[in-house]
Structures are given as C-alpha cells and as structure tokens.
C-alpha cells in the first residue's frame, strides 16, 4: 500500500474530527509521518498516518487490514494502541516488542512523542513525553543496532 493510500484512509476515518485540544486527528496523524524524516521507509511512514485509528476511533486494526493495511502496519498500529494499561507499561511494552513491526511502532513512537512535546501546554504530558523519548530512543538504537 502507498502512502497516499493510507492518507486517505486516515482521512476518510478520522473526518474532521478533533482531540481535546481542537486539534484535528488528521493533523496530528499527518505531523507524526512528516516528523518520522525524508529518509522514512513506506511502512513507518503508513504506520504513522495510521497510528491512532484504533485508540481515537471505533475502527479497530482488523477494520485497517479488511481496507488492505499491509499485515506488519497493522501489527505496529497494534503495539502503539494503549490498552488500558499504565502509560510506563505501554511505553515498555513498545520498547520490547520484536521485529519489523516492533521496530516500526518504535520509530513511530519517537516521531509522536517529538511531536507532542512540541505541541502540548501541559508541563505534566511534556515531561512524561520528555521522559518517555530516551528510554524509546535507546530501544530503537538496540533494535537497529
């Protein structure tokens, strides 16, 4: 699947839907691939776009594979999808997932947590990001390493 093919499935799901802050979704979608880089592979660069459709929406990441998401997409949009879990169990359960998509998320992960920093008025969501960034950087430098 292309990027642009992901966009627009980004697109179509997120409408013009807005998060707490009145951002649109599809904005924050679309900072986090242009965050990934110019050197960004198609997969993180999808996963990107993607990466909160099942978190911030009704659709799931079986919905993304029905629409012809490549299977490791699917599977990195899995690992970034918070499950209820405590925000530091997330954050390591990202760091140790294995293979492409592990890597993928981790990349992913990286962009988003630059991008919110950037983006958020909270001191208190800049330093969980802020603190979030070595410990995912680290994993992503072992992974590729």
């Known amino acids: 699947m292309d990027f642009a093919h992901a966009?627009?499935?980004a697109a179509r799901i997120y409408g013009a839907t807005r998060d707490a802050s009145d951002a649109l979704?599809?904005?924050h979608a679309m900072d986090v691939a242009r965050a990934l880089g110019a050197a960004a592979s198609p997969t993180a660069l999808n996963a990107a776009v993607?990466?909160?459709i099942a978190?911030?929406?009704?659709w799931t990441v079986e919905h993304l594979s029905e629409l012809g998401?490549?299977?490791?997409?699917c599977e990195a949009v899995e690992l970034?999808?918070?499950r209820g879990e405590a925000y530091t169990s997330y954050v390591r359960r990202v760091c140790?997932?294995?293979?492409?998509?592990g890597e993928t998320a981790r990349l992913v992960?990286?962009?988003d947590l630059k991008v919110s920093v950037a983006r958020t008025d909270s001191d208190a969501l800049r330093e969980r990001y802020e603190s979030s960034l070595p410990l995912v950087q680290g994993a992503l430098a072992t992974s590729v390493a």
Request: proline share 3%; charged share 20%.
């Open 7 to 9: 966009v627009g499935i």
């Open 25 to 27: 979704f599809l904005a």
């Open 50 to 52: 993607l990466h909160g």
């Open 55 to 58: 978190e911030d929406t009704e």
């Open 69 to 73: 998401v490549d299977a490791v997409v």
């Open 80 to 82: 970034l999808t918070r």
């Open 96 to 101: 140790d997932a294995p293979g492409v998509a």
């Open 109 to 111: 992960m990286v962009a």
